[in-house]
């Protein structure tokens, strides 16, 4: 159950460490800042009213595939043995950055030493007409997915809105429960960001096996009332004019970082929050992480919003250690998603499409049926990879991308379908097994291993 934070002699919660937002950032934090400082006060609040769960699993949440609790994210629990403070439920409605203060929905306020806003992103909703009738829906909560959950039969017919990693998200559950679905999308392919439009074509092909109608280079201008509710969607009007009957409509165009507490305030922000690399903003003792702030990004060489789960829980905990006074460094993270459409597995990092530029190299199977595999190198590194179908090697990849490994003298092995260290040169080979640890770290290493990751990602 939530606790409270500790009311000091002047009646007012004082805690050392104040975290806004219970997802992967805000607990990344948390562990961090208990592996350094056991004592320390540590609050958590969120407006959700959950334990910490693992957001990508909405998606099988509202297939009926998973429940709230084997969605965890850790141990229910986790707070108590961390001694971690949860005000769950309530919102931070205003930060006093001079005064060290929080000001929270109902009326309290909390005093803190050390702030992490970790508030992620708010999902993007563009204000056409008619969004405010009943049966218009975004999909980044486990609320949102109770509420289509609810409004939903196999008579329905959903338009999603918006054919990148949310929309994907959203009508594999729907299709699964039965319902009709039409996606429309503004580019002319879907998951462009994650995908060359090789790729999208093989995802589009899923999606028109699954029996969903995909309309691209298109977006609604209004969402229209039912004749007998003028309430309740009962359908969209295209851009082109074209008018799609439904009982659904929902956005997935995205989120844009949560800014509203720094609004005004001289923390300084891009389109997130701007952190060096210790995670630190622009104002003393305050500190950013996950889909709220720009972290750097080794791919793109300069800071940027990353919006996926294993970058906010890395720059938490680089949070968190600087929060409790270890002066640590992100060494970066980037874009990688890993999806799963209606059976099709797809993994993709980094760049998808390099510029004119002959230090870049694409190296490539070309599409099949259901396989494809990329990797874009810039001067013999590895800048970016696509892998479709057959995903099993995409690891070991990714790890050469992300410690910037020169692959010139093995790149021809990559796209082997066995690709491993056997393919590494025998200098790198070692340099990647390592000594053998001893048997007392391999103990100690298990046992942090067994933490509380019940992520299935
Ligand atoms: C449908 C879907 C599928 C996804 N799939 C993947 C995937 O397959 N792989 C992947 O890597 N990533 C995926 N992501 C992205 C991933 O979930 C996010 O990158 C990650 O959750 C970001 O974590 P965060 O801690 O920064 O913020 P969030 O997870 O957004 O959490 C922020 C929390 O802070 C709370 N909060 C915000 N403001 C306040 C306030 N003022 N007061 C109190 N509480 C507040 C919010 O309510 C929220 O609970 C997916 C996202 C969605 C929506």
Redesign the pocket.
Known sequence: MPRRASKTEAGMPKTRYLI?????????AAEAIRQLDSEGSLTI????PYLTY???L??EYLAGECSLDSMLYRRPDFYARNRIQTILG????GIDFAGKLVE??DGGRIAWQKLLL????T?IAPPVKGVDKGGVFT???IDDAERIRKAISPASTAVVIGGG??GM??TRPLVKCGVTVIMVELLDRVLSTMLDAQGSRLAEAELQRNGVTLITGQTISEIVGRPEDEGQVGGVILDDGRRLPCDLVVF?IG?RP?L??VAGSAVATNRGIIVDRRMATSVRDVYA?????EAFDFVHKGNRVI???????L??RIAGQNMAGLASKHTGGTA????NCFGLSIVSAGMMDPPDDPTYEVLSTGPSAASYRKIVLKNNRVVGMIFIGEIERSGVVFGLMKDGINVGSFKESLLARDFGLSYFPDHLRRERLGAPPPAATLVAAAAAGAEETVMA?
């Open positions: 806004i937002g219970n997802s992967a950032g805000g607990i990344g609040i969120s407006d959700e693992s957001r990508p909405i998606s309530r919102k931070a409605i929270l929905d970790a508030t992620g992103g999902p999909f980044t909560t990693l949310i998200s959203v997935a989120v949560r509203e507490l992480c996950g889909d709220v702030a919006p996926v789960w294993p970058n906010a829980y720059g938490g990688m998603n890993s999806l990602e």
